[in-house]
């Protein structure tokens, strides 16, 4: 069965660190792979997504991912974090042959000024 | 420019009580998903629709039934609430085509207690 898993429920950074939100996913196929932001009382907005080519994926807001299929890892990262990036980051995996979403449990970002 | 708009936003329900929860996109987005979203849980799919008049359970449908007889709609109904199923309801949409590589479009949630 399909799986991800977000180890880490809170990390905690000061602005213009660079940050690192960890991903793991357990699939019996290709992954693609996602994430999503939460801010307070809101929905979930994309970030980024890997499909296939380049491991390393760009996206929304200066944020990049990358995909290591031998660890089985997807981390989301920023050079330098904002006090505007606090919030909730989920990862997400689907195979290609499926509707589903298999959402992670939610990373709690904190970056403090 | 709407996106996926939910109604209501906030609702407190009696145990047994029932309810309708409406989605509504303006994106002409073919697949439509309700999830649950519970901490410590991330969101759970209850039952998702990949065109109007087709509905497919998710991970969690007991308890639930949905209903897509418009494009832009999608009905999560309650028959007989529980307090197991409080928690924040979100709906989302996505387009067709490559349906696995496009990002779902999300609402606000709507947040629901069953007392």
């Known amino acids: 069965a399909q799986s991800v898993a977000q180890p880490e429920d809170q990390v905690n950074v000061a602005e213009g660190n660079p940050l690192t939100v960890k991903c793991t996913y357990s699939?019996?196929?290709?992954?693609?792979l996602f994430w999503y932001v939460q801010y307070p009382n809101r929905g979930l907005q994309f970030l980024l997504k890997?499909?296939?080519?380049?491991?390393l994926v760009k996206g929304s807001y200066g944020f990049e991912a990358e995909f290591n299929k031998s660890q089985t890892s997807f981390h989301l990262k920023k050079p330098s974090a904002l006090v505007s990036d606090s919030a909730l980051y989920f990862c997400a995996v689907t195979l290609g042959t499926n509707y589903k979403l298999i959402f992670g449990s939610g990373t709690r970002l904190l970056v403090r000024p | 420019n709407a996106g996926v708009t939910q109604t209501p936003k906030f609702r407190v329900l009696k145990t047994g009580q029932s309810m309708t929860l409406l989605c509504a996109q303006d994106?002409?987005?073919?697949?439509m998903y309700w999830y649950r979203q519970d901490p410590g849980m991330g969101l759970r799919l209850i039952h998702y629709s990949v065109g109007e008049g087709t509905t497919a359970k998710g991970e969690v449908p007991d308890g639930y039934n949905v209903s897509r007889l418009k494009k832009q709609n999608f009905l999560l109904g309650l028959e007989s609430a529980a307090p197991s199923q409080t928690s924040v309801y979100f709906c989302?949409?996505?387009?067709?085509?490559?349906?696995?590589?496009?990002?779902?479009?999300f609402g606000d949630g709507t947040r629901l207690s069953i007392l």
């Open positions: 699939v019996s196929g290709n992954p693609y």
């Open positions: 890997y499909i296939t080519g380049d491991n």
């Open positions: 994106m002409n987005h073919e697949y």
């Open positions: 989302a949409s996505s387009p067709q085509g490559d349906y696995s590589n496009q990002p779902q479009h």
